[in-house]
Each structure stands twice: as structure tokens, then as C-alpha cells.
């Protein structure tokens, strides 16, 4: 049998690889086969039969194994029954008619099928605008209904699934997509068909309800309005919305949105963003993305304690003033000290931080990167390069995940390498507990918490299983996280995952090298650009004239403690945090819907994200601010994007090569996805405003041995603290969307079941948990997968844990009320 | 009701007519009455016989002998030695030929009446059904014996092939052939599934064989394994069935204690091994791809073929998957051979049938009986006639989703290929018989309500289109009816028939198709006159009950 197989549909020929089914080669030859069930991401399910379509196949002479010819041609024969394109696989001179009148008359029944039972609240409908039902009735469908209206499907209309995800009985056309999502993409069967027949539906069986991270997705591509999200509920009409291409600014995947804005009389006639979408990027996130991109991806930059004008303090009030004189304030006050500091975090563009450091060039000042995650100088040497996709990855690769509870923190992730597993590839998951990750992993290595550094050096040694894995593996990926460490374990680990990279030759090409799981966006552009982050912050505070913090919130995080004597902070910010609180000169700037900019991903790819609102206030973007600044200090920089873009590649050589004009470029991604007809990928947008660009490899020959050693290890008797990452957090990004509270929920420490019985604590203990100074109540939950002597303490849940540490615990007495 | 003696059928179809039938059906009137035999004889008219050359057609009962072309001077000989002496006259039998069309069966029967004839059922009621012991005395594992040591794989499909057995689960696949796609296959693993799934209305055949014989399905299934190249053996049998599940279990047990189960079956290379599933009680279980769903732990839903089961069936492998009476038939044709199978039944359908009757007939149980019977025999035969005197008005056969067969076609032989020309199907085996007070319309709102609830949901015509035909129905019961209905009833059969992703939604519409093929002006009685004939629908909705006042 040939790899590739020629067929004509709609007397349009087209060659595809063999195997493929036929709805999916008629879209490579823009023939659009109505479809309701499949998706080409979730396979055939062959339910709704609304791709009825006529096959014909090649009548084949015995004798000779070759087609019998008539006039020449070969002689077709046509099925008796109209087939399913969407289960009917390809075949060698098959012929397809999906425009015949038998096909036309199939698609037109199962239409008018679907139809008398489906209620006509489209004006009232979410999907009215982009339903797949809906174009195609328009297309298709009979002008009247001839059944009887009396006798319609009646169910109940606003189902909660659970608090994110609403749905309608009525619309449901039990198509199954999202069924099929949950389980086969996802991986969380948390929802699925109850009943039989007409009565079928949809329920979840997870507690809280449809208890997935993924769950926003299956909104997407329902082909009605079933499945609506609580976000979006009844916000804006399709049409009203205008979109913009972003890039989502939660984690380092780096994942491809689109946000959907309006102008609306509820927001005071403001422009705001009502959605935000996935746009389809088959490199970094396919179609989808995660809930904490959705629904807490923009709520923060529409928060009513935006910064929106320039204030310095004067007698311990903040006044507002002109940015003219806030520019010359802060020119002074850099140039005047000895050695300014310049602290930023990672939640800041490429370009912003370009300026910034070029500012301080000028000034020669410090640049100190604001994370509690070390190993970026090795990420930049090692880390993935241009022509790397996960999606490549699959027999013979291995992907190893340590120190990382990838799913809660970085879930696209999660599910790339969950896909890649699926495909063959060999997944080792590297963790002190258990995660979801596990499930699909073919080994399992379990460390106790402080032995991270000694576990990776161990396997790099020639002996080891899987050093020779790594050896004998095609492509090799490491992708290294914080649970437990601080900085400086994180830099050991990345430095003992780099030199099995290293010497097992898996590093400066393609589909190989160290990805760091960053908590923010940009992490990695910062590290390529140079900034560091320093040990211990506090030191820093004690004796810095003057600090420049942009885009960190370092008092509020507990980072440092301000004393009496404190530096002159110049505050660059989006919201009123604490910092801003304590600051001498308040900066307003723009969030990342109002400007323009890049992100480079943890994947080392750099993405643009285009305006899409208005900005607040008088806020200005950070790289503008830079440069007005830098003006005062008459050193020129550039103010647009774009050019800041072509000073960066110039000056930084991993960037070289790169500009908006690059990152912008766009190739026919497969599936073909297409707004203007919605049945075939869903509501996701296409994306015709750029694939990004993955940075070059750095040309490194020597790397630096691997210092630093690992976190505390537990001690008989005594109880550790250790930070873990939790993806819905009370970080200020995601508190600000006030869907997720009920999913944010109270800090929650767990230990195993038999420490608990040790100290006395049951279940669902209230605790007062001191540590390093700070002190918080907690809910104590007790599970048997957390190893004993562990105390897990999730970061950005109000208790500042950088690494791990000693707990004080003690049982929060009961008010006795009289 | 009087019994007869003999019964006489005349032909009366046009062809006939003309040839002067009703001349010769009158005269068999007076010859019968100028012998005063009037009591013991019953004369009536038989439908087209497909049969023009030997029309007009005369056919006398019980012994089914055919006589054409009669004309009238040979009617006074007929009754005198047939009728009264009891001598069948050879000169005026019609003529043998090449048998086909719908006479075709009655050659092969010349001069005899079909007696029961028990190939599946002869150990039923015999034989301790929980001692392996009994069974084996009874000829049983003597098949298996003959398979293993003296055939190849080969052979044993040859034979059944031979044989021509088709599937007895109602579609009447050749089981030969189909054993020999999953022969075929090239696979380290392979699995033979016998569907006892039975839960078509009023069928209960394969029960009986299971609680009766369950051991010769046990046999018949390790056959199989050899004859396909499977070790692994799944029972899915119907949930109700508790009895037969346990004797099942038992039978598996006893086999093994035996070696006749397990590795090395009668100390040969071969291995087999058999699991007892039990359904939950979805009718959809018993398609076949469901069946193998359900089996694999998933919901009852029919898969989209191709591929067929004998390709990708149970886990993706190639899964031969037979019904209990299928099975039950195999042991005694590699027994006594394919030839052997062929004398009973008719050339297109060998071999014997079970049959479940019910309904208005004075006698309603199991009867095996080879292929090519008529429904009239069925009725008066074995049914021993109407109850009450009443007339024969329609028979559905095979179940909720068996065809609606009105009187006329009763003469119709019940095989495979005789019904599908006549546009109706056999099905599983069940026989409900009606009489004239039987409202067609009602009948089919019974069976559409069964569908509306049983229809899995999977695929949009059959979830949708099942209830739709309930609801025009229940619109026309309750006196609603408009003529539009009809048409759309018309619209609804052909679509679910054509676009329905399994038999169950293709199915679904048979019996409102032929109640609208058959009985049509009964339907437009309802719609037009708003007056059931039968008297059996309400032609009002329900009034609703007022709520109860405290």
C-alpha cells in the first residue's frame, strides 16, 4: 500500500497521506463537508451523520488487481448508503459527491432532525452569531419546521456544570464533542453522557463540578450554545466584538489568544474586553487554552484601583503630577545615586526590558530580575531552539519533568507532553510527590524534598537507566520547576539537568535542551537579556539609594521588609499593591491589552501581542516610560515597538535575526481552521497575526559547572514547610477575576495522615502556621500522597514561602460565644 | 372454531381469475357439498403464488400438495381422490421447476407436511442441563472431538459452509463466509463472542437452548475458536436471563474440570477460553458493535462500520460474533455434514428454524421447524387456528422491529430470500399472531414507544426520529390525525431507514412501514373518519385527572 493516496471530491483531485479520513482531505481542497461531531483534534464519533456524503470507489478486476477501465476511465462504484465522511477512510481513485442530490437530500434530514428538536432562542443565544447549527441551517437547512412546535424537546436551560461552565439542555445536540474532549484531549473524564435516547445528557460527575482545568475549551468547540462559559453568559453578542490577537500573559507557555472586546453603555461607553479566545498556534497551544488564561486572563487590567496618573509623595500623601515632571523626578533621582537599582520582573515585554536595560547601561546601575526561580543563563544556553515543537516529540524522544507540578502550573504544557507521551514519546516525571502528570509517564522516579540536585546528578551517570535513555533517545527535553526549591536550588537543578544534556549531546538543536517552568511570562526574556536575580533582596533594600522597581510587587510578596531607613522607590505599576503603597514616585503603565509588545515563552519563542483596548488613564507602556526617562538623562531610545525590537536583535545576539515583520509570519497550520465557518475547529479564532519566532542557539562552548546545592531535607521528628505552585492562586493576576474565588479558595497546607495523627490534627484542622516571620491561618487538609514530614505550603496564598523552611503550627482556638 | 379436515386453497390472482379460478373455487364447493363433507372441509383463496405458468394454483392441507394448472373438469377427480379417498392425483401436481420465486418451496414439500424437525432443540428438556455428564452421553463434545483431531480449520468453515447455515439472529448472514473473514485476519488475537443478548419482544429462543443445552453452545463456540484461530470466548448474555447466566457459569466450570475448556482441549495444541458477560438491559446490547462496547466496559453505542467486527471487533481485534442459535446449529452439522443439513429447509435457507408464537392462537410456545414454512400453517397447524374463531388479520415477525405481515401474504414460506422478495423480513424467530381486533395503528404506537425508549441516542436520525414517529402516532390514537401526518410518516420511514448509523434506527421504521404499505386505509379510517375500526383507540386525549382537593 502507497503512503499517499489520490482522490477526487467534488471533482477536485487531491493527494494525501493514506490513513486520513475524508472530511478532512475534502478541507484541503476547501471543500467544507458539514460536520457536527468530529473535530479533526477529537477524531470520528460518527453521532450526528450530518457528513453524509456519496462514496465511490473503484471497482477493482480480479484477475488483473488493476481498476476496470470504461471509455478509459475507471469504472466507479457508488455504496448503496450514503457513507460518513468522517469515519470513511481515503482510498486509491475513490471518488466523493458531497453536493449530489442523494448527499445534499441525507445532510438536509439529519438537519431538519436536529432542528425539530432544537429550541429557536437564538436571539437570546450566546453562540447566535458563530454557531455551526446556525450557518449551517442558513445553508441547508428546510425555511419550516414540519413538525409539530407543540411537541418540542423541553429541559432545563441553565444547568451549572459548575461554577464555570453553564449548560442548556435544550440546545445540547448530544454531539459529544465535549465528552470527547474531556477524555481524549484532556484527559479529565470529568463529564459524561447520563440516559439514553432523547433523555441523553450531559452531567459531571467530579466534585467541585467539571473539575478540569480545560474546561473553557469544550465551550469552544460545542457546535451550538449548550455549553456556555459564566464569563462570557449572556455578555455581548458575537458580532458586536471586535478582536485583537494577545498572547496570554499568565504563565511562560506563552499560549495564543485572541480577546474579544466591545464598547458598551455598562462600562461607562469604555471599550473592555468581553472574552478572550485560544488562537490557533499548532507550535505552542493548537486550539486551546487553559482556564486561568481565560478567565482571569484580563479581568486584573480592568480593576478599579488601576494606577492612572503619576504620583510622587509629598508629606506622606501621593499627589498627582505631570508625567513631565514625574519623568524629570525620576531622572534625577537615578542619576543623582551612587548605584541605582533597577528590580523588574518577568511580567514585562522584551521591549520594556530592552529599554530598561539600556537605561541603565547608561546610568550604570544594577539589573536585578525579580523571581524566586533560578537557572535562566542556562535556559538561554540550552534551551529549546528555532524549529523546536513539542508536537514533534513522540517514539524515541524522551521528555523528563522534574521538580514541576506541570498541570497546575503550566497546563498547556501539561497537555502537549501528556500528547507526546501518547504518541510514544518516553516520559520520565521527577517529583517528591505525586502529580497528574504521572499517570502518563513511563517512569516514575520519587526523591525525598532537598535531594532534587542529587537525584539528576546520580542519573547522569554512564550506568544509569536513564542516562542511557537519554543517550540512546532521538531528541531529549527537560523541563525543570521549583516545587520545593528557592533560587538557589533551582539553579543546581538546572545546572545537573544542563550537564546530562549536555553529555548526553541533547542541546543546541532542535527539539532539545532545558525548559524552565517560570511563573511569568516574559522569565525567560529577561534572562536572555541579562537581568539576574540577586539572593537576598533585603541587603539590596538596606543600602541602595535609590531602587527602580518595575512591574514587582517585592513588599507585598513578603520579599522584603521595609525598615525605617528605605530607599527611594520609584514604582512603575499597573495596580495599587503594596509596593506602590510604600513608593516615593508612582509610574502608571499599561496593561498588556492597551500596548503593544513581545513575550519569549519558555520555549524560547517570541510572540507578539497587538493592542486591543484603549489605555486607562494617563497610563503610558513601560517602554515608553523608559525612554522618556532616558530622554531626561539625554540618552535617545526608541519609543516604538517595533524599532525597540530591531535594537534588541541587534545588541543581543540570541535574538539575532528577529523582528516584527518575523514574528508576524503566519504558514497554513493543519487543521485549517476557519472563523467564517466555525463547524470544522469551533470558535477558535485562526491566526493570521503570527506563528512568533523561536530564538537561536546561543553559541556556547563551555558551560558553568553546576553549583548551588538543594533545598532543606526533612529532618526525623521536625516538620518542613516546602512551596508548591498552585495554578489558581491569590496572586493579584488571578484574584482579580472573581469567577475563580470559589477555585482560589483559602490557603490550604497538606501533610500526610500520619504526621497529622502525630501532632494531634485532624482533617480540616485550622492552623495558625508561622514561618520566617510570618504568620497565617490555614486550612489543613491531610493526604496520604504527600510524603511524611512534609508540610505542602502553595506560594501566592498568603503565606510568603520562597523555599523550603521550619513551620510553627498551632491550632486556631474557637471563639466561645456566649 | 370447527376444525378441518382438509383445507382447499384456490389462487386468486388476476392471472387465475382469468383462467377461470373462480369458476373451479365454485365447483370445489359444490363437489365438497354434493359429499357432504362441508364440515371437515374448508375452502378459502390463496394470493399470488408467483407462479403463472401452473395458475390457477389449487393447494391442499394438511399434506401442502400442489396442483396446477387446474382446470374445471379436473375438480370433480381432485375432490374424489384427494379429498375423499385420500390418494394424492400425481397427474395434476404442477410441475417441478428451477425453484425459484415464492412456490419455489413447494416442490420440496410435495406430499408431506412439515413436522417439527428438533436439530437445536433436541436436547432441551432431555438432558440434566447441569451435568456435563448427560450432555456428553447425548452426542455432546463429539463434534469438537471430530474437529480437533480429524479436520483443520479449513475443513470445519468448509463444512459450515457447506451446510449453508445463515445467522439466526434475524439478518441471516451465511455463517460459512463469516467464519471466514475472521479466519482470514492476520492477528495474534482473536475472539469469538456469542450474542444471547436476546431482547427482541417475545422472543425467547435462545433461552431455552441456553438453559436447556447451555453445553452446546460452550462446544459450539470452542469450534469456533479452532475453526478461527481465537483462545478467548465472551458469553454476552441478556441480564434477565439469571438462570441461564448461572447454568452458563456452570457449564464453563464443568467443561473445565473436564479439559474440554482451558489450554490444551482434549490434549491437542489448541486453547479456549470462555467469560460469561451480563448485559444491564439495553435492547441496543444486542447490535452487535454495541454488544462488543458494553463487553469492553463503555456505553452501549453502536460503533460506525466499516470496519466490521471480523476485522476490528472486540478491542480493536478481529471478532467473530454469532448468535445462540447460530451456535447451537454448528455441533450437529460437522457431526453428520453439510449434506445432511441440507435435506431439511429449502435450497436458499437450509436447515431449521426455532420459532416463538404468541398472541391469539390457541397454542403459544417453541416450535422447530425447517425453513419454508407458511404463516398459515403456523397458525393453523401449530397455532391449532385463532383463538376464539377469530380471523387471522396480521403476523409481526422477529420482534419489536420484525415486519408486519398482513393475512394476504401469509402464504409467503418463511426464509430468508422468500421474504426478502416479498419485501418483509423474518427476524429473530418471534411470531406474534393477531387477529381482526387488532388496531394496526395501536400495534405500532406500542412498538414506537419501545424505540423512542430504547434508541441509544447516538445518532440523530434514530434519537430524534423515533420520537417523532411516537408523536404523530399518539396525535393520530387520540384523534389529532391530519393527512400531512401521513406524508410525513412516509418521509420518517424512508430517512431513518436510509441515513440510521445501526439496525436499530434502520429497523426502527418497519413495522409503521408496513402498516403503511399494508394498512393504509386503517390509518386514514383514524384520520379521516376520526373512528378506530378496531375500536381499540381512544381517538381523544387523555383527560387529565383534576388534582386531588385536600
Known amino acids: ?818 | 372454531m370447527n376444525f378441518s379436515r382438509s383445507m382447499v386453497l384456490v389462487s386468486s390472482d388476476p392471472e387465475s381469475v382469468r383462467r377461470g379460478a373462480d369458476e373451479i373455487y365454485a365447483l370445489f364447493e359444490k363437489e365438497i357439498a354434493a359429499r357432504d363433507m362441508e364440515g371437515e372441509i374448508s375452502i378459502s383463496r390463496l394470493t399470488d403464488t408467483g407462479r403463472p405458468d401452473a395458475a390457477p394454483i389449487v393447494v391442499i392441507y394438511p399434506e401442502a400438495v400442489v396442483y396446477g394448472p387446474v382446470n374445471a373438469e379436473n375438480v370433480k377427480e381432485i375432490v374424489e381422490e384427494h379429498l375423499y379417498k385420500g390418494r394424492v392425483a400425481e397427474h395434476l401436481l404442477a410441475p417441478t421447476r428451477e425453484l425459484s420465486g415464492r412456490i419455489g418451496w413447494l416442490k420440496t414439500r410435495k406430499g408431506t407436511l412439515p413436522a417439527e424437525k428438533r436439530i437445536v432443540l433436541r436436547r432441551a428438556g432431555r438432558i440434566d442441563p447441569e451435568n456435563i455428564e448427560e450432555y456428553i452421553a447425548e452426542d455432546g463434545y463429539q463434534a469438537l472431538a471430530k474437529a480437533l483431531t480429524g479436520m483443520k480449520a479449513t475443513e470445519v468453515i468448509d463444512v459450515l459452509k457447506e451446510s449453508g447455515l445463515q445467522g439466526r439472529g434475524g439478518a441471516g448472514f451465511p455463517t460459512g463466509l463469516k467464519w471466514s473473514f475472521v479466519a482470514g485476519t492476520q492477528s495474534e488475537k482473536k475472539y469469538v463472542v456469542c450474542n444471547a443478548d436476546e431482547s427482541e419482544p417475545g422472543t425467547f429462543k435462545d433461552r431455552v437452548i441456553l438453559e436447556g443445552d447451555p453445553l452446546a453452545i460452550i462446544e459450539a463456540m470452542t469450534i469456533a475458536g479452532y475453526a478461527v484461530g481465537a483462545d478467548e470466548g465472551f458469553v454476552y448474555v441478556r441480564g434477565e436471563y439469571k438462570l441461564a447466566q448461572n447454568r452458563l457459569e456452570n457449564a464453563v466450570k464443568q467443561a473445565r474440570e473436564y479439559g474440554l475448556l482451558g489450554k490444551n482441549i482434549m490434549d491437542t495444541a489448541f486453547s479456549f477460553d470462555i467469560h460469561i458477560h451480563s448485559g444491564a438491559g439495553a435492547y441496543i446490547c444486542g447490535e452487535e458493535t454495541a454488544l462488543l462496547e458494553s463487553i469492553e466496559g463503555k456505553r452501549g453505542e453502536p460503533r460506525s462500520r466499516p470496519p466490521y467486527p471480523t476485522t476490528e471487533g472486540l478491542w480493536g481485534k478481529p471478532t467473530l460474533v454469532n448468535n445462540v442459535e447460530t451456535l447451537a446449529n454448528v455441533p450437529p452439522i460437522l457431526l453428520n455434514g453439510g449434506q445432511w443439513y441440507r435435506q431439511f429447509g429449502t435450497p436458499s435457507s437450509p436447515g431449521t428454524k426455532v420459532y416463538t408464537i404468541l398472541g391469539n392462537v390457541n397454542f403459544t410456545g417453541l416450535i422447530e421447524v425447517p425453513m419454508g414454512i407458511t404463516l398459515r400453517e403456523v397458525v393453523n397447524i401449530y397455532g391449532q387456528g385463532m383463538k376464539d374463531g377469530a380471523t387471522f388479520k396480521l403476523a409481526q415477525t422477529g420482534g419489536s422491529s420484525g415486519s408486519v405481515i398482513p393475512a394476504s401474504l401469509q402464504d409467503t414460506p418463511m426464509d430468508f430470500e422468500s421474504f426478502r422478495k416479498a419485501g418483509v423480513s423474518l427476524g429473530s424467530g418471534a411470531l406474534l399472531i393477531c387477529d381482526e381486533n387488532t388496531c394496526v395503528v395501536d400495534l405500532a404506537l406500542v412498538l414506537q414507544k419501545f424505540f423512542k425508549f430504547e434508541s441509544c441516542g447516538k445518532c440523530t436520525p434514530c434519537r430524534v426520529g423515533t420520537g417523532r414517529i411516537h408523536e404523530i402516532l399518539t396525535g393520530i390514537v387520540e384523534g389529532r390525525g391530519t393527512l400531512k401526518d401521513m406524508e410525513n410518516l412516509d418521509y420518517l420511514v424512508d430517512s431513518l431507514t436510509r441515513i440510521s448509523n445501526c439496525g436499530l434506527g434502520q429497523t426502527a421504521s418497519v413495522p409503521i412501514n408496513d402498516v403503511l404499505k399494508y394498512f393504509r386505509p386503517e390509518l386514514e379510517a383514524h384520520i379521516k373518519l376520526g373512528v378506530c375500526p378496531c375500536g381499540v383507540c381512544p381517538m381523544s386525549a387523555p383527560v387529565k385527572e383534576p388534582a386531588a382537593v385536600a
Open chain 1, 1 to 818: 500500500m502507497t503512503d499517499r493516496v489520490t482522490l477526487t471530491i467534488d471533482g477536485k483531485q487531491v493527494t494525501v497521506p493514506a490513513g486520513m479520513l475524508v472530511v478532512d482531505a475534502a478541507k484541503k481542497v476547501a471543500v467544507h463537508i458539514p460536520i457536527f461531531c468530529y473535530h479533526p483534534k477529537l477524531g470520528s464519533a460518527a453521532m450526528c451523520r450530518q457528513c453524509l456524503v456519496e462514496v465511490g470507489r473503484p471497482i477493482i478486476d480480479h484477475a488483473t488487481g488493476h481498476p476496470e477501465l470504461e471509455d478509459g476511465f475507471p469504472r466507479i462504484q457508488f455504496s448503496a448508503k450514503l457513507e460518513t465522511a468522517c469515519t470513511t477512510l481515503v482510498s486509491e481513485g475513490m471518488v466523493v459527491l458531497t453536493q449530489s442530490e442523494r448527499a445534499r437530500k441525507g445532510q438536509k434530514e439529519v438537519l431538519e432532525f436536529l432542528l425539530t428538536s432544537h429550541p429557536l432562542d437564538c436571539p437570546i443565544c450566546d453562540k447566535g452569531g458563530e454557531c455551526p447549527l446556525q450557518n449551517l441551517t442558513m445553508a441547508h437547512g428546510p425555511g419550516k419546521s414540519r413538525f409539530l412546535f407543540d411537541e418540542k424537546h423541553h429541559a432545563e436551560k441553565q444547568v451549572p456544570l459548575g461554577e464555570l461552565i453553564f449548560l442548556d439542555r435544550e440546545r445540547c445536540i448530544q454531539c459529544g464533542r465535549c465528552v470527547r474532549f474531556q477524555e481524549n484531549v484532556a484527559g479529565e473524564p470529568v463529564i459524561g453522557f447520563y440516559q439514553r435516547g432523547r433523555s441523553m445528557d450531559i452531567v459531571s460527575f467530579s466534585e467541585p463540578g467539571f473539575d478540569s482545568v480545560f474546561s473553557g475549551n469544550t465551550t469552544d468547540i460545542c457546535p451550538v450554545g449548550a455549553l456556555t462559559t459564566a464569563d462570557f453568559r449572556f455578555g455581548a453578542r458575537p458580532w458586536e466584538l471586535m478582536a485583537a490577537a494577545s498572547i496570554c500573559s499568565q504563565c511562560a507557555v506563552g499560549c495564543n489568544t485572541t480577546l474579544n472586546t466591545r464598547r458598551e453603555a455598562r462600562s461607562d461607553g469604555q471599550i473592555v474586553v468581553k472574552r478572550v479566545m485560544p488562537r490557533q498556534n499548532e507550535q505552542v497551544n493548537e486550539l486551546w487554552i487553559c482556564d486561568k488564561g481565560r478567565f482571569a486572563g484580563y479581568h486584573y487590567t480592568e480593576r478599579d484601583d488601576r494606577l492612572l496618573k503619576p504620583q510622587v509623595r509629598r508629606d506622606d500623601k501621593f499627589r498627582s503630577v505631570s508625567w513631565d515632571a514625574a519623568f524629570l523626578q525620576a531622572a534625577e533621582k537615578l542619576q543623582d545615586a551612587e548605584k541605582p537599582v533597577f528590580l523588574v520582573s518577568g511580567r514585562l515585554s522584551n521591549e520594556d526590558l530592552f529599554n530598561l536595560l539600556q537605561l541603565a547601561d547608561g546610568l550604570g546601575a544594577e539589573t536585578l530580575l525579580y523571581t524566586n526561580m533560578g537557572g535562566g543563563d542556562l535556559t538561554g544556553m540550552v534551551g529549546l531552539t528555532s524549529g523546536s515543537n513539542l508536537a514533534d516529540l513522540g517514539l524515541g524522544d524522551v521528555i523528563l519533568v522534574v521538580a514541576s507540578d506541570l498541570q497546575e502550573e503550566a497546563p498547556l504544557w501539561w497537555l502537549r507532553i501528556k500528547q507526546a507521551a501518547e504518541r510514544g514519546a518516553m516520559l520520565i516525571v521527577v517529583n517528591p510527590r505525586e502529580t497528574k502528570l504521572e499517570k502518563h509517564a513511563d517512569y516514575v522516579v520519587r526523591y525525598a524534598y532537598g535531594d532534587e540536585i542529587k537525584t539528576i546528578q546520580d542519573m547522569n551517570k554512564a550506568t544509569h537507566k536513564i542516562h542511557k535513555v537519554f543517550a540512546k533517545a532521538a531528541n531529549a527535553v527537560i523541563f525543570y520547576g521549583s516545587e520545593g526549591l528557592g533560587l538557589e536550588g533551582s539553579s543546581g537543578l538546572a545546572g545537573a539537568c544542563t550537564s546530562l544534556l549536555v553529555d548526553t549531546g541533547h542541546y543546541a538543536r532542535p527539539n532539545n535542551g532545558l525548559v524552565g517552568v517560570w511563573q511569568r511570562a516574559n522569565d525567560q526574556g529577561a534572562w536572555e537579556l541579562g537581568f539576574r536575580p540577586v539572593k537576598d533582596l533585603q541587603v539590596i533594600f538596606d543600602k541602595s539609594e535609590v531602587v527602580y522597581i518595575v512591574g514587582a510587587d517585592p513588599v507585598g510578596d513578603g520579599a522584603v521588609r521595609l525598615k525605617k531607613r528605605k530607599p527611594f522607590m520609584i514604582v512603575q505599576e499597573l495596580l495599587s499593591t503594596d509596593t506602590v503603597g510604600h513608593a516615593d514616585l508612582v509610574l502608571p503603565a499599561r496593561a498588556f491589552t492597551e500596548r503593544e509588545g513581545t513575550y519569549t515563552s519558555g520555549e524560547r519563542r517570541v510572540q507578539r501581542f497587538y493592542q486591543a483596548v484603549p489605555p486607562r488613564g494617563e497610563s503610558r507602556p513601560d517602554y515608553e516610560i523608559v525612554a522618556e526617562i532616558a530622554a531626561r538623562l539625554d540618552t535617545a531610545l526608541e519609543r516604538e515597538p517595533g524599532l525597540v525590537m530591531d535594537q534588541l536583535a541587534e545588541h543581543i545576539p540570541a535574538f539575532g535575526g528577529i523582528s516584527y515583520l518575523k514574528v508576524s509570519e503566519v504558514v497554513e497550520q493543519w487543521p485549517v481552521i476557519n472563523r467564517s465557518e466555525l463547524f470544522y475547529g469551533g470558535a477558535v479564532y485562526e491566526n493570521t497575526q503570527g506563528l512568533g519566532m523561536q530564538l537561536r542557539p546561543a553559541p556556547v562552548t563551555s558551560f558553568p559547572v553546576s553549583k548551588g546545592k538543594g533545598g532543606l531535607r526533612p529532618k526525623e521528628g521536625l516538620l518542613l514547610a516546602v512551596p508548591v505552585n498552585k495554578l489558581y492562586d491569590q496572586g493579584l493576576t488571578v484574584l482579580s477575576a472573581p469567577l475563580l474565588r470559589e477555585r482560589i479558595g483559602e490557603l490550604k497546607v497538606c501533610m500526610n495522615p500520619d504526621e497529622a495523627d502525630r501532632l494531634g490534627f485532624e482533617n480540616g484542622a485550622r492552623l495558625r502556621i508561622g514561618l520566617n516571620g510570618n504568620n497565617a491561618k490555614a486550612l489543613l487538609v491531610v493526604d496520604p500522597t504527600v510524603p511524611s514530614g512534609i508540610l505542602l505550603v502553595p506560594r501566592s496564598m498568603g503565606l510568603p514561602i520562597f523555599e523550603a523552611g521550619m513551620p510553627v503550627l498551632s491550632k486556631v482556638r474557637k471563639k466561645v460565644t456566649g
